[in-house]
């Protein structure tokens, strides 16, 4: 199985901050990466696929970048509907892993 | 508008076979890929496994020996059995579409406790 390593696993920040959320997989993935955020008792929710696509619908704060082995998913400013867990999910190989997950916070 | 609706039996006893149904609206369910996904209460999110468009299934081996997906194409709807299930199994339970391509479809998933 492919092991998604996701960095940090919580964060703490302000209103206006630009965060980076980091995933890194334990072989190679190509761009077969996802980005979602989750708030309580709702589903996922997708913000970026292939790596660095933008979901129709999320905002343009929200960006991601990396390739192979190494992915980062940053929220250039944000806003306090953002506060969220956030999870990357890698569809390159069977069984498809999801990262642990980061939960942001308001500081 | 495509829509996605868990449902199934909030409790099941242990060994027993859990059985999920997802209906699907607005959309055929032969024009996706679909996945089930569970998260423990507090916990992160776990693939279980897909099914094509064509009917093949891929499962998470962790969950091959317990697992079925299957679709019932007459109604439109998916279908998910867990047998011998343990508290281990007691989850939220998605069905979902999201893959390599754009479309990014949830349900609201359904809560299943393991209990007797």
């Known amino acids: 199985d492919i092991q998604m390593t996701q960095s940090p696993s919580s964060l703490s920040a302000s209103v206006g901050d630009r965060v980076t959320i980091t995933c890194r997989a334990s072989q190679a993935i190509r761009n077969d990466l996802g980005w979602y955020q989750q708030k309580p008792g709702k589903p996922p929710k997708r913000l970026i696929y292939a790596a660095s696509s933008l979901q129709s619908g999320v905002p343009s704060r929200f960006s991601g970048s990396g390739s192979g082995t190494e992915f980062t998913l940053t929220i250039s400013s944000l806003q306090p509907e953002d506060f969220a867990t956030y999870y990357c999910l890698q569809h390159n190989s069977n069984p498809r892993t999801f990262g642990q997950g980061t939960k942001l916070e308001i500081k | 508008q495509v829509q996605l609706q868990e449902s199934g039996p909030g409790l099941v006893k242990p060994s027993e076979t859990l059985s999920l149904i997802c209906t699907v609206s607005g959309a055929s369910i032969s024009d996706y890929y679909w996945s089930w996904i569970r998260q423990p209460p507090g916990k992160g999110l776990e693939w279980i496994g897909y099914i094509s468009d064509s009917g093949r299934a891929k499962y998470n081996p962790s969950l091959e020996s317990r697992v079925t997906i299957s679709m019932d194409t007459s109604k439109n709807q998916l279908l998910l059995k867990l047998s011998f299930v343990t508290a281990a199994d007691t989850a939220l339970y998605f069905c979902?579409?999201?893959?390599?391509?754009?479309?990014?479809?949830w349900g609201q998933g359904t809560l299943v406790t393991v209990s007797s």
């Open positions: 979902a579409v999201s893959g390599g391509g754009p479309t990014d479809l």
